[in-house]
């Protein structure tokens, strides 16, 4: 235990990145993901930074939150990269056109309620709550008034760089059939490009529809992380936001049960273009709404059947970020990040809903894999679920996550 806790310590310390911001002199600091390979701020790699370091430096894990507020727009728009420091000139695509871009357009998946209640829970600082509050609250709403067009309460979003990059889920929405690693990239930077010539207008890219995915995944973090806010405003005595929070959630929730499950594959699945046609591929996504508080047992099994299942994600090492009975698995090409390698982040969110809805020994098991994946081969980015070789940058932040799953 303390050695797997000094070795996370010492990534997430060595990975600190200080300084002052250029435009209003403020102090920032934050974790990179992985110092090379992504130098930059990263949305939800620092909210799960964050929630890693709330067992070793709570003051560092405030930090990464508020610096990541910092970059906040006063609407609530809380960017997917900020740089800091000088963009690299291929970062320009994901951002609205200017000279010297702070940040990209993009958002990624919304874990800042999560890392907001961790921190919070063990901290029990109420002053850093009332502080951060009002800017989370913030983001879940724009992400609700922006990226919900349809108003069906399941937000969209408008690039695979905003969900799980790469990932075989998008190949139907970048009209990929037969995917090869260079086609995927083209595609996906088509999207990028697309996107910029629109300048980020996100009402105009939503209403053509080239990239517009409702992603399982992505509502399933949103909605979870709802429920949470709503717990918390609830705790500082803000009765009425936390009831709209609530409904919101529920209404989240309500949406992927209704639009993405599939009955006869017991199976969730992403819904793509504004003609929100299912994308049959299984992914972990496809099992993210075992995170959900009130998903209904029949559903929950069907999900841990698909879980367990060996021909699907049951791998020596799981959970596999594809099924490793989809034609799309490969966890070992080029540009492989979601295409099937296992990641400790995706294990995170799951063990949290494995354990909610009766499966402590599912989850014990997983936390057990990750942790031989971590002591084999150190702190990568993702591993092979089957020979659990460490794949992708070293030092990599979010796999320290670790430490949060071993305590019960
Ligand atoms: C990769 C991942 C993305 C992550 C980023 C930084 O692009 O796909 O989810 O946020 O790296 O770690």
């Known amino acids: 235990m303390n050695d797997i806790y000094d070795r996370a310590r010492s990534v997430l310390l060595r990975n600190e990145r200080t300084g002052h911001d250029r435009r209003t002199g403020k102090a920032f600091g934050y ?68 000279f010297l871009p702070r940040h990209t357009a993009l958002v990624q998946p919304p874990v800042l309620a999560q890392a907001v209640a961790a921190v919070y829970r063990r901290s029990g600082d109420t002053d850093f709550l009332d502080e951060v509050l009002p800017g989370v609250q913030r983001h879940y709403l724009w992400l609700l008034r922006r990226r919900d067009p349809d108003s069906d309460g399941l937000i969209s979003i408008i690039s695979p760089y905003e969900g799980l990059d790469y990932s075989p889920a998008y190949d139907a929405a970048l009209g990929l059939e037969r995917a090869g690693y260079l086609r995927v990239w083209c595609r996906t930077r088509c999207v990028d490009v697309r996107n910029w010539l629109l300048n980020y207008r996100y009402e105009a890219i939503l209403r053509r529809g080239y990239f517009n995915v409702e992603d399982v995944l992505v509502n399933c973090v949103f909605a979870q992380g709802l429920r949470l806010l709503a717990a918390l405003c609830e705790e500082r005595g803000r009765q009425e936001e936390a009831e709209t929070l609530r409904e919101r959630a529920g209404e989240t929730e309500r949406a992927l049960l209704r639009k993405c499950y599939d009955e006869a594959d017991g199976c969730f699945y992403n819904l793509y273009s504004t003609a929100e046609l299912p994308a049959k591929v299984k992914t972990v996504g496809s099992l993210f709404p075992l995170i959900l508080e009130g998903l209904e047992g029949r559903v929950v099994e069907a999900l841990v059947g698909h879980l367990l299942s060996p021909d699907e994600f049951w791998a020596p090492f799981p959970v596999p970020s594809v099924s490793m009975n989809e034609p799309s698995f490969n966890p070992h090409a080029r540009l492989s990040l979601w295409r099937g390698p296992t990641w400790i982040n995706t294990n995170w969110f799951l063990v949290g809903g494995l354990r909610r809805h009766g499966y402590p020994e599912v989850a014990r098991d997983i936390v057990k894999a990750s942790l031989e994946l971590v002591n084999r081969s150190g702190f990568r980015e993702y591993y092979d679920p089957i020979t659990g070789e460490g794949l992708g940058a070293s030092n990599f932040g979010w796999s320290t996550l670790v430490l949060d799953m071993m305590e019960e």
């Open 31 to 98: 974790i990179s993901p992985s110092p090379h390979k992504y130098p930059f701020q990263w949305s939800w790699d620092s909210c799960l930074h964050a929630v890693a370091l709330s067992h070793i430096e709570p003051e560092l894990a405030k930090r990464e939150i508020r610096t990541l507020l910092l970059a906040q727009h006063p609407d609530g728009f809380v960017p997917h990269v900020t740089f800091w420091r000088l963009p690299h000139p291929f970062d320009y695509i994901q951002c609205r056109r200017a």
